[in-house]
């Protein structure tokens, strides 16, 4: 069966500080990964997608960027931290080809900076 | 895009009672799902549903798509159900789930 794991769970960061924040799935090919933030209310923002190693699609533009370098790693990366990068931050795939094909999320990353 | 509208925003309910949540879409779909978020950020899929309806235990769920609306039923709560309930659709030629604000919901002993 196929399985996701991010990590860490919890990060406490400096402002400034770089970030990385990985996902992997397993028990799957050339899924589709996503990565989502959740800001203190509700809402899940979708902030990059990729359909394959090299591919990323941003959806917003933001202090961060995203890397594909392996078939089933997704890395959610910052150079500097602002304050407003804090947020829970959600990993999910979905088999190829992806549209009309449920998402599975990760436990997520609980991010503070401070 | 695609906009998504779900209702009630909160709701509290006690321990056995049912519960009907909803939720609109501005535009023909390809994808719907119902989440729910337990009190550990934890995002778990309830149904994947673009059309009909499905059963699981005490939830279930309708999506009707000529009409742009799912309903998510929760019969007999439990305290366990309490948390927040996502419906996320994906709109036709889009490629990504546009997720609703949420319901959160609070079942009591």
């Known amino acids: 069966s196929q399985t996701i794991h991010q990590w860490p769970a919890t990060l406490v960061q400096p402002v400034g500080s770089p970030l990385s924040l990985e996902c992997t799935v397993e028990?799957?090919?050339?899924?589709?990964l996503y990565w989502y933030r959740q800001a203190a209310g509700r809402g899940l923002q979708l902030l990059f997608y990729s359909v394959g190693i090299g591919q990323i699609s941003s959806e917003v533009p933001q202090n961060l960027s995203a890397s594909r370098p392996q078939d089933r790693q997704f890395i959610l990366s910052s150079k500097k931290l602002l304050l407003s990068d804090s947020g829970f931050y959600l990993c999910?795939?979905?088999?190829?080809?992806?549209?009309?094909?449920?998402?599975?999320f990760g436990d997520g990353t609980r991010l503070s900076i401070l | 895009g695609i906009q998504v509208e779900q209702s009630p925003p909160d709701l509290i309910l006690q321990e056995g009672a049912n519960s009907t949540l909803r939720c609109n879409f501005s535009d023909s779909v390809n994808n719907l799902q119902w989440f729910h978020q337990n009190p550990w950020g934890q995002l778990i899929n309830l149904f994947y549903i673009p059309s009909g309806t499905k059963q699981n235990g005490r939830l279930s769920a309708t999506t009707v798509a000529t009409e742009r609306y799912s309903l998510l039923y929760i019969s007999s709560s439990q305290t366990t159900d309490s948390g927040v309930y996502f419906c996320?659709?994906?709109?036709?030629?889009?490629?990504?789930?546009?997720f609703g604000k949420g319901t959160m919901l609070l079942v009591s002993p």
């Open positions: 028990g799957t090919s050339n899924p589709n």
């Open positions: 999910a795939w979905s088999p190829p080809p992806g549209v009309n094909q449920p998402q599975h």
């Open positions: 996320a659709v994906v709109g036709s030629g889009y490629s990504t789930l546009t």
